[in-house]
């Protein structure tokens, strides 16, 4: 039983590592109320709606990564519309993200 707990509790520390690590691959942008968003991709376009980045994880067919979906959730960001070009909200803040292939566009909803 003791021989268990070592190789279980550095299990448990390179599980937590490595999720802290895919997590931290996402920011907070002031600019859009603070929705997170991928720290590797490139803006490409900034106007009075919102943001517009390449990122070549984004995907027409599958939108965004599972990893961006599990930081989403755990900043307290709920999915309240649609699949594939989803609205998130946040209290009372709303964001529209839309993924296309290598493209990502992150909107204020009003």
Request: with cysteine; glycine share 8%; proline share 5%.
């Amino acid at each position: 039983m003791k021989k268990a707990i070592l190789p279980i509790a550095l299990s448990c520390l390179v599980l937590i590592g490595g999720l802290f690590m895919l997590l931290s691959n996402y920011k907070a942008d002031a600019e859009l109320s603070g929705f997170p968003v991928p720290q590797n991709a490139e803006l490409v376009e900034e106007n009075k709606y919102g943001k517009n980045f390449d990122w070549s994880k984004a995907s027409g067919d599958h939108g965004i990564p599972w990893s961006y979906r599990l930081a989403l959730k755990l900043d307290g960001w709920q999915k309240v519309e649609g699949e594939l070009t989803p609205i998130y909200q946040k209290d009372d803040k709303r964001i529209d993200l839309i993924a296309t292939t290598d493209h990502l566009s992150v909107l204020t909803v009003k």
